[in-house]
């Protein structure tokens, strides 16, 4: 039997963790697009002695802004093919290696998304695992659920079970994310602005690529906004 008390010790010392002020982000982003006005705004400068394994094209920016040690990373171009390493399998690797590396105190991952025209829905996703009831209130956003799948476009199997799950927007990335940060125990939230209706009457590839220099602006907007909100902050506060 576990000695009386085991689970209070250790709600006590989530508690004192969720009391520190925050002092380190990771923010985890797919695209380069997505990343590069986010690195510009806060300044973050490119680690050229990378802390990943030799060979891979993680890239990581990081620098101090604020009270914040920040780490950008994007899992780079694929070798082979040259286009940006989108998905959930090179999201969860760059994650892991990214906590392992930098022990953040909290995991951003933001990036582009579809949405559904029955929800008209824009915004954050948020897992159940972290809320941040204050921040959203603050910088006037939504909170939905996030569906991930290794695909832009969906199947109608997908688009069944995603309006059963009650989910409003789609990514590549958060699920893969959600699961690492679970499994290392570090509080994850999700910031996604939306770039197509995915059952609307524009095909979705082609309205994704529309949108997305406006909707990428958007995003760099909303996690500039978010950095500044949790600057000084700690996790309860959220
Ligand atoms: N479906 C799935 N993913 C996306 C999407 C949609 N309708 N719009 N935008 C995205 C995101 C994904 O998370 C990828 O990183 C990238 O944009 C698409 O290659």
């Given at each position: 039997m576990a000695p009386h008390g085991e689970g209070s010790e250790e709600a006590m010392v989530v508690q004192d963790e969720n009391r520190k002020p925050i002092s380190s982000i990771l923010i985890v982003i797919a695209m380069q697009t997505e990343a590069m006005p986010i690195v510009n705004k806060l300044q973050l400068k490119e680690?050229?002695?990378?802390?990943?394994?030799?060979?891979?094209?993680w890239v990581r920016y990081h620098g101090v802004y604020k009270d914040l040690h920040i780490n950008l990373v994007w899992p780079g171009?694929?070798?082979?093919?040259?286009?940006?390493?989108?998905?959930t399998v090179s999201a969860s690797l760059v994650t892991y290696a990214a906590i392992q590396a930098l022990q953040p105190d909290l995991i951003i991952n933001a990036g582009t998304a579809g949405s559904f025209k029955v929800f008209d829905l824009y915004g954050v996703g948020s897992r159940?695992?972290?809320?941040t009831p204050n921040l959203l209130k603050e910088l006037n956003l939504k909170a939905g659920k996030l569906s991930t799948g290794d695909s832009l476009d969906i199947s109608p199997q997908e688009e069944a079970s995603i309006v059963a799950n009650d989910a409003t927007v789609k990514d590549m990335e958060g699920a893969a994310v959600a699961y690492v940060a679970d499994l290392l125990k570090v509080p994850a939230i999700f910031i996604k602005a939306v770039t197509?209706?995915?059952?609307?009457?524009?095909p979705t590839a082609e309205e994704f690529l529309q949108n997305l220099a406006a909707v990428t602006a958007a995003l760099d907007q909303a996690v500039t906004q978010a950095v500044d909100f949790i600057n000084g902050k700690c996790l309860s506060e959220l």
């Open positions: 680690d050229l002695d990378s802390v990943f394994p030799k060979g891979v094209p171009k694929d070798s082979t093919l040259g286009v940006d390493s989108v998905g159940q695992s972290f809320s197509d209706i995915v059952d609307g009457d524009k």
